[in-house]
Structures are given as structure tokens and as C-alpha cells.
């Protein structure tokens, strides 16, 4: 919460109107409301039931805003199936199917390529959106989310909370799938854990298209 409200981690613009934001790892709604508040339209995908259930608690608190955001209760990864997600305390923003934590749920997952299909068929049409951003903090499924290269095309700016630490890998293959798609990127310590776990194995990734000139 204090990332998100204090310190502006996900900070993307003052006005996000007319952009769509694919929050992957929505947690309890901060980072969607605080997109939504800017002016942008959020589908906010969180996999934890219980962070999920606060989260449309407190899209019911900020009424003036819920009809900005599409909540989904889902986990994103490799496959259309079900996975063992991970965690330690009931509201946990560590939850991670590439975690050993002390409890574990089975929960809906699915690829972003069929993500993307759902909200398709929910009427939101990706197109009427000046800006497309994916934001990912889903600890440790960016790294099967940048498989799925044709889907990534898709958006503007991709932002990536990366967790290398959990799957033994550095945030480099990520970055070169998106240079290699035409994104700009750039790495970066948002708090000091970061310095503690090392900077190549967590951090955040902001990547825009070469070509766009976001305003």
C-alpha cells in the first residue's frame, strides 16, 4: 500500500485517460484503484481468493470507481488449468504458485492469450484504447507470460515487478524478448529489498514501444 500511494512505484502518468491497464497480481485493488483514479479503465486479475475478496470490498468502498474496473479471480501462467498457489498469511501480496509457503489453494489459471480472449468476450474491445499497458507482479509468471510473444504486441508500455529469485533466473531473458519485440527498457530498484536480493534477480522493468510517444 505504501509502495503504491507514498512512494508511487506504479506511477504512469497523472492523466490515464483513455488507457487500459492489464493489472496481473491486482492484490487487495491498490494498484487498481489508483490507475482507475487517473482515469484509466483496469481489469484486475489477482489469484489469492481472500486478497481477492478484499479487493472487491474495497471496489465497493470507492463506488465513484468500481465501474472502472473489471475484477478477475485467476492466476496467469503457462496453461488453461488449475495450480497449487502458495502462501503464508490469509492477505498475502507474496502469494506464488514458485513459492513454499505454509498453506495452499488450488485456483483458475490461464495464458494471456486466453486472458485477452475473456475480456474480449466481455465487450471490451482492446482497440478503442489509446494506451495499452500490462502491469505484472505476480511473482515469478512474468517468466511464463513472455513466452506468449504475440500477446505481448498487443500493448504500449509493459511494466514488470520481476521475482527471478523465486525460479533461479535474472530478469535479462526478459528484457531481451522485449527489446527484441521493439520495447525500450529500463531496470529498477523500487525499495531496498532490492539491493538485498541483488538487482538482476528482483525489481521492476518499465518497457515502452520504441516507436510510441506516450503523453
Known sequence: MAETYLYEIHFLGFDLTNWLVLDIGAFVGDTALYYARRGAFVVAV???PTNYE????????????????????????????????????????????????RF????????????IKEISSMGIDLKQFRV??????????????????????????????????????????????????????????HNEGVLRIGLDRHGIMTCIKSHEVIR
Open 46 to 48: 489477482e489469484p489469492l
Open 54 to 101: 478484499i479487493m472487491l470490498k474495497n471496489l465497493e468502498l470507492n463506488s465513484s470507481l468500481k465501474h472502472k474496473v473489471i475484477p478477475i479471480n485467476a492466476a496467469i501462467g503457462s496453461q488453461d488449468a488449475f495450480v497449487e498457489l502458495s502462501y503464508n498469511d490469509p492477505v498475502d501480496g507474496a502469494a506464488s504458485i514458485y513459492s513454499a509457503g
Open 104 to 115: 495452499r489453494t488450488k485456483v483458475r489459471s490461464m495464458k494471456l492469450s486466453t486472458l
Open 132 to 189: 495499452k499497458v500490462l502491469k505484472m507482479d505476480c511473482k515469478g509468471c512474468e517468466y511464463d507470460v513472455i513466452n506468449e510473444t504475440n500477446a505481448l504486441r498487443l500493448f504500449d508500455i509493459i511494466n514488470i515487478e520481476y521475482s527471478g529469485y523465486l525460479r533461479n533466473k535474472t530478469y535479462h531473458e526478459l528484457k531481451n524478448t522485449l527489446e527484441n519485440l521493439g520495447f525500450v527498457c529500463r531496470i529498477w530498484a
